[in-house]
């Protein structure tokens, strides 16, 4: 079989997978990401003569107590902040409903956009926010992916071993190069996401608290989450920002301010964080990028927005390399 054929064979059976392989479950796919994504840590304690069943050990155990220590005192009031901002949402709409209501009968369709509003969005937000934070199921899955990806971790050779078998040993060794250039691909974009998730946080909060919106923390944080579909995801933001500022006085200052913040916040994911810290690891056109982004939403919801990027980017590695191949 030529390379060029075997290479766009894989980028086929790839995406075929992906789309098709609902046996998969997330959690498997979260545990094998959260210790890819720790694997490097790992190796730099090794490095110091630490093992690797210790290094893995350390580095859970700080985690673990960041979370409970510092995390959790973050997550009680993100979490307050999201209960009392669902609760509020009919008085945010109807203020805007009485200053639609001001301009007359020009701004009829706007007062009934909102009535329209107030019906699904209201119950669709407070049903699920309320789904999200007291479902004790979150905290047995998050249990679940850390051990397990805590085995994968202290297991990596059996689990490397494993992958060769499966895959072909001959093909692993001729295939170094590519490899790499896939392991870089989706390091480098969970990586990078996740720094700029950190970054349009820290600069929606510090924007927010300066405006002086109600409930900034859980405005920032929610804008943080949506920022890491990239080039337009930080503009989730907006939803939460206006509705908040609807129950700030005075409330034209706080809309136009909350508007002018989220866009500003947008603009500098797009134009500065993702091309810096995810598109050089990538290689993707962002009209590629936002295509994967939505069919992946649409086949798999949340979890396919999550991992579209990285499966493009590692169908990018497999086709470029069949091209490069040729005829060989």
């Given at each position: 079989?030529?390379?060029?054929?075997?290479?766009?064979?894989?980028?086929?059976?790839?995406?075929?997978?992906?789309?098709?392989?609902?046996?998969?479950?997330?959690?498997?796919?979260?545990?094998?990401?959260?210790?890819?994504?720790?694997?490097?840590?790992?190796?730099?304690?090794?490095?110091?003569?630490?093992?690797?069943?210790?290094?893995?050990?350390?580095?859970?155990?700080?985690?673990?107590?960041?979370?409970?220590?510092?995390?959790?005192?973050?997550?009680?009031?993100?979490?307050?902040?999201?209960?009392?901002?669902?609760?509020?949402?009919?008085?945010?709409?109807?203020?805007?409903?009485?200053?639609?209501?001001?301009?007359?009968?020009?701004?009829?369709?706007?007062?009934?956009?909102?009535?329209?509003?107030?019906?699904?969005?209201?119950?669709?937000?407070?049903?699920?926010?309320?789904?999200?934070?007291?479902?004790?199921?979150?905290?047995?899955?998050?249990?679940?992916?850390?051990?397990?990806?805590?085995?994968?971790?202290?297991?990596?050779?059996?689990?490397?071993?494993?992958?060769?078998?499966?895959?072909?040993?001959?093909?692993?060794?001729?295939?170094?190069?590519?490899?790499?250039?896939?392991?870089?691909?989706?390091?480098?974009?969970?990586?990078?996401?996740?720094?700029?998730?950190?970054?349009?946080?820290?600069?929606?909060?510090?924007?927010?608290?300066?405006?002086?919106?109600?409930?900034?923390?859980?405005?920032?944080?929610?804008?943080?989450?949506?920022?890491?579909?990239?080039?337009?995801?930080?503009?989730?933001?907006?939803?939460?920002?206006?509705?908040?500022?609807?129950?700030?006085?005075?409330?034209?200052?706080?809309?136009?301010?909350?508007?002018?913040?989220?866009?500003?916040?947008?603009?500098?994911?797009?134009?500065?964080?993702?091309?810096?810290?995810?598109?050089?690891?990538?290689?993707?056109?962002?009209?590629?990028?936002?295509?994967?982004?939505?069919?992946?939403?649409?086949?798999?919801?949340?979890?396919?927005?999550?991992?579209?990027?990285?499966i493009a980017g590692v169908v990018r590695c497999l086709l470029s390399r069949a091209l490069r191949d040729g005829g060989n």
């Amino acid at each position: 079989m030529k390379r060029k054929h075997f290479h766009i064979g894989a980028a086929v059976l790839f995406l075929v997978l992906a789309v098709t392989s609902k046996g998969v479950t997330v959690t498997l796919v979260l545990s094998f990401v959260l210790a890819y994504l720790l694997e490097p840590l790992v190796r730099l304690l090794e490095r110091k003569k630490v093992p690797r069943r210790l290094s893995a050990s350390l580095i859970y155990g700080i985690a673990i107590i960041l979370v409970l220590s510092i995390g959790g005192k973050a997550l009680t009031s993100v979490v307050s902040q999201a209960q009392n901002f669902a609760r509020e949402i009919p008085s945010y709409l109807e203020t805007a409903k009485n200053l639609v209501a001001e301009k007359g009968e020009t701004y009829r369709w706007a007062y009934n956009f909102i009535q329209d509003l107030d019906r699904h969005l209201v119950t669709f937000l407070q049903k699920n926010v309320k789904a999200i934070l007291t479902t004790a199921g979150q905290v047995i899955y998050l249990i679940v992916i850390t051990v397990l990806s805590f085995f994968l971790l202290v297991n990596r050779e059996k689990v490397n071993e494993a992958l060769t078998l499966f895959i072909g040993e001959e093909w692993v060794q001729q295939n170094e190069g590519l490899i790499r250039e896939m392991d870089g691909v989706v390091r480098g974009f969970f990586t990078g996401r996740l720094g700029v998730c950190v970054a349009v946080f820290l600069l929606t909060l510090v924007g927010c608290t300066f405006i002086k919106i109600k409930h900034s923390l859980f405005i920032a944080t929610f804008t943080g989450l949506t920022a890491f579909i990239p080039y337009y995801g930080a503009l989730g933001g907006l939803v939460p920002g206006i509705l908040a500022a609807l129950g700030t006085p005075p409330v034209i200052r706080s809309l136009v301010s909350v508007t002018v913040l989220i866009v500003v916040v947008n603009s500098i994911e797009s134009n500065l964080l993702t091309p810096f810290l995810t598109a050089r690891h990538v290689k993707l056109h962002p009209g590629v990028i936002v295509a994967s982004v939505m069919v992946g939403g649409a086949l798999y919801g949340f979890w396919g927005v999550v991992f579209s990027i990285p499966i493009a980017g590692v169908v990018r590695c497999l086709l470029s390399r069949a091209l490069r191949d040729g005829g060989n």
